[in-house]
């Protein structure tokens, strides 16, 4: 047995072992992270590759359990070939449970969770998601978000807890901390994202889209893969990729004061991981800022762990992809999100080693970080999970989804709509929404951008309602085309589903078809409830006065059981507004407000 292999030996002994008998290549195959499609058959062996990930969408065919652990401990079976025998990592982002895979159990994003203020249940539905992560083989989450979202328009709005720092803090800690579990050897790496400021860009300052060229989009890598395709130009009109990885202009004190505290409280709970922003900060793109990255995060602050870059990240710091590499290495990046030409990027980085532009010793840095997390974990003694493949989408942890749903459902307005009474005779329900898990998970579910339909298994809305009152009492209509009126009707209202820069949306009213099937609704009932699923608050204030009942349901995930548990009074709202609600688009971003009152502010829900 050699003395990195020895488990009995200080991790700092073992490391400095290892680092002796790698060389240059294997010490860079640490450092890169490929995408599972792109990664060819032997190559994790015979370069040494030290991470394997899926993007969103990123899963295998078919999309089951089974094959997730199939793959990911195939990738496995090959590093453990190399000459040295070092572990892969793979990472995903189970954002909001283990999204990526059918079946398993989807929780309320961030939005949602936030206004339950319980950073309790926001760690026992981290606790559930680690365990689903481990019974297909992946030990790497891409979360949490700690993002402070000022301008909504931004389609990551919902990664975020709170338009507070305090709140932002104690529920991202919770998340760590369930991740994380009792001993790091069991554990689910956390990588607390993005660093730092992502959520306070400015509108208009986002580069990634430079085009409305279809021809050249369909040629962007990250896009194809999406399958984006020709509803990318509808969606650059509506907004998209106006926001997301623009520029954050605020001063170092303001970034500090309202962005950096919950990186602080992750670390000193013991994260060890830190995946940096696409966004700008200070005329450069965060991937290049040595001063925060390296002076600050890894000096002042003594951050441990080691930082991974976004996905294709690195690519945008110049045009010339040698001098991308270079400027991020130097700058702190210890591992590289590839994701697709691996070999390109190892080849300039062996290149800038031997040209000097890169130092060997900071080579040396990024690799003994990695590694040491790698130790951390037991993935030498332990390269392979044994958790059951049963406990993904296990009941216990469908109770918890439902349990979170009902406490981040937020009430707005009731004049005495609710709650509905179960003896109910008639009860109509209307909206697309009210029957589609697609559009009650959002994005970030099977794939990137998430999909209407049944994608993944679970319970609507409607399914709920009829639990409650029976199918006979039910009168279902997408469109609102009911023969009768009725006492009560519950009118479901959805965002399409979106992901990052694709969501990004300069207007933010109800749309067209939303507005008329109110307007349809209205007249066939005494009491009309809506509910309103989405990634932020949306602009209702011209409908909200034909609203009896008004309830932010977020995004709440697979299942929707959790809103009729507390529509029928079952249990009672808790949820707490985290967000501003505008009641206009000028009023957003929150720099906007310039103290005017806006539709809805932190206090002025309704808890029963």
């Known amino acids: 047995m050699l003395p990195y292999q020895n488990k009995s030996l200080p991790i700092s002994e073992r490391l400095d072992d290892l680092i002796g008998r790698m060389t240059l290549a294997e010490k860079i195959g640490q450092m890169t992270q490929v995408e599972k499609n792109s990664i060819k058959s032997g190559a994790i062996t015979e370069m040494g590759i030290g991470s394997i990930l899926s993007g969103g969408g990123g899963y295998p065919d078919p999309n089951t359990p089974e094959n997730w652990r199939k793959m990911v401990e195939g990738f496995q079976k090959e590093a453990l070939e190399a000459r040295l025998g070092i572990p892969m990592i793979y990472g ?21 969770l936030g206004a339950s203020d319980e950073p309790d249940l926001v760690q026992r539905i981290a606790e559930a998601t680690a365990v689903e992560l481990k019974a297909t ?49 069991s554990s689910i790496l956390p990588s607390v994202k993005h660093f730092i400021a992502d959520g306070a860009a400015t509108w208009g300052t986002s580069k990634r889209i ?67 922003s696409y966004s700008s900060w200070g005329g450069l793109k965060m991937h290049a800022q040595r001063y925060l990255l390296t002076e600050v995060l890894k000096g002042e602050l003594g951050f441990d762990g080691f930082l991974v870059t976004d ?13 991308s590499v270079v400027a991020s ?12 030409d691996y070999l390109r990027f190892i080849s300039m980085m062996g290149e800038a080693v031997k040209k000097g532009d890169v130092p060997e010793e900071r080579i040396d840095d990024a690799a003994r970080r990695i590694l040491k997390v790698k130790f951390e974990m037991g993935l030498f003694e332990q390269p392979y999970c044994d958790t059951p493949l049963e406990m993904v989408g296990h009941a216990d942890h469908r109770q918890i989804a439902r349990e979170a749903v009902r406490k981040t459902l937020t009430l707005l307005k009731n004049e005495e709509a609710l709650p509905i009474s179960k003896n109910a005779e008639r009860v109509l329900v209307a909206g697309v929404a009210a029957d589609d898990i697609g559009f009650q998970c959002g994005g970030w579910t099977i794939d990137w951008m998430g999909r209407p339909g049944a994608i993944t298994p679970g319970t609507t809305i409607l399914d709920g309602i009829k639990a409650q009152v029976g199918e006979t009492a039910v009168r279902y209509s997408l469109k609102g085309d009911f023969d009768e009126r009725a006492p009560v009707a519950v009118v479901v209202l959805a965002e399409d589903p979106y992901a990052e820069g694709m969501g990004d949306r300069s207007d933010l009213h109800l749309s067209a078809d939303h507005v008329a099937l109110l307007e349809k609704v209205r007249p066939q009932c005494d009491k009309m409830i809506v509910i309103l699923m989405s990634g932020r608050p949306l602009i209702i204030t011209d409908q909200l006065p034909i609203m009896d009942a008004f309830l932010a349901a977020w995004l709440p995930g697979t299942e929707g059981d959790g809103v009729t548990d507390v529509l029928f009074g079952d249990h009672p709202f808790v949820g707490k507004l985290k967000y501003i609600w505008p009641k206009s688009m000028a009023q957003i971003p929150i720099s906007a407000m310039n103290g005017a009152a806006p539709l809805f502010a932190p206090g002025d829900e309704i808890l029963t």
């Open 92 to 112: 995903v982002d189970a954002v909001h449970g283990h999204n990526n895979v059918v079946g398993a159990t989807i929780f309320p994003h961030n939005i949602g």
């Open 137 to 185: 083989g992946v030990r790497w989450n891409f979360a949490p978000a700690v993002s402070y979202p000022l301008d909504i328009r931004w389609g990551r709005s919902y990664e975020g807890f709170s338009q507070n720092t305090e709140d932002i803090t104690k529920m991202s800690t919770a998340y760590v901390k369930g991740l994380l579990g009792e001993h790091m050897e």
């Open 329 to 340: 290495i130097n700058a702190g990046i210890d591992m590289v999100m590839v994701p697709y």
């Open 311 to 323: 996905w294709e990240a690195i690519d945008q710091i110049n045009p010339d992809f040698y001098t």
């Open 210 to 276: 430079p085009s409305d060229d279809l021809e050249l989009l369909e040629k962007d890598p990250t896009l194809a893969n999406a399958k984006v395709g020709e509803w990318m130009i509808h969606y650059l009109k509506l907004g998209a990729w106006k926001i997301d990885q623009g520029v954050s202009d605020i001063d170092e004190e303001t970034l500090r004061r309202d962005h950096l505290p919950p990186y602080l409280s992750a670390m000193a709970a013991g994260a060890k991981n830190i995946m940096v």
